[in-house]
């Protein structure tokens, strides 16, 4: 059974520039949830995503952005970006969030994004 | 609100000894789901164990098990049998049940393991 898939891996940008994130989830998982990782702040929610929907947003300017597609595939949009965008974006997806507690997250291994 | 607090930054286990990570957990919310996961060096997340605030047992898997004392709002994790592939960061992770839509992470502990 495939993982969470995270592409690109790692990306390079300059200050200013937008940049699209995507995270294909595992098979039969509808959640796909959105997380920023910096050593100085941790692991910071971003966004929640079930049937296409958001449900869920975290304490992020609206330079953040995503969507679910059909198949339940994620992408993220960060625009003009800034140096302190440069962090691990780490995608998670789960069976149904409407599990409540029970619903485990399944992480990908991320994307590292460095604005220069 | 939803809150993880990890209070111990870094810490230190002999390999082969066991070693408790502590966490303690806020939330108004009588269901809920904690869990650990653990992150090496390589970054990705590792689902390690789950507890469910219903349930009566601690949950166990095997070299790791959850105390969870319900009362005192904590789930530490004990890990026996230290190995050095055990060093890594840990994180403890909330998840309330009335559908909030949000697993929120504590800060993270450090675990090193000496040989």
């Known amino acids: 059974k495939a993982g969470v898939t995270q592409t690109p891996r790692y990306l390079i940008k300059t200050r200013g520039q937008q940049v699209t994130l995507s995270c294909s989830p595992i098979?039969?998982?509808?959640?796909v949830s959105w997380y920023q990782q910096t050593p100085g702040q941790g692991l910071q929610f971003l966004f929640e995503?079930?049937?296409?929907?958001?449900?869920n947003k975290g304490n992020f300017p609206g330079r953040f952005s995503g969507r679910q597609f059909s198949n339940s595939r994620s992408e993220m949009n960060v625009s003009t970006l800034e140096l302190g965008d440069s962090a691990l974006y780490l995608c998670?997806?789960?069976?149904?969030?409407?599990?409540?507690?029970?619903?485990?997250?399944?992480f990908g291994a991320g994307s590292r994004l460095t604005v220069l | 609100a939803q809150k993880i607090t990890q209070t111990q930054p870094g810490m230190f286990v002999q390999e082969k000894e066991a070693v408790t990570l502590d966490c303690t957990y806020d939330?108004?919310?009588?269901?809920?789901?904690l869990f650990w996961y653990k992150q090496p060096s390589s970054g990705e997340m590792i689902f390690l164990i789950y507890?469910?605030?219903?349930?009566?047992q601690n949950a166990t898997e095997g070299r790791y098990s959850l105390n969870f004392q319900k009362a005192r709002k904590s789930a530490n994790l004990v890990i026996s049998a230290s190995q050095l592939g055990d060093s890594a960061m840990y994180f403890c992770?909330?998840?309330?049940?009335?559908?909030?839509?949000?697993?929120?992470f504590g800060a993270g502990t450090r675990l090193f393991v000496k040989a």
């Open positions: 995503y079930f049937s296409e929907t958001q449900r």
């Open positions: 507890q469910g605030s219903y349930d009566e």
């Open positions: 098979s039969g998982h509808r959640s």
């Open positions: 998670a997806s789960s069976v149904d969030p409407r599990l409540g507690g029970a619903n485990v997250l399944t």
């Open positions: 992770a909330m998840r309330e049940g009335t559908g909030g839509f949000k697993t929120i």
């Open positions: 939330t108004s919310d009588q269901s809920y789901g």
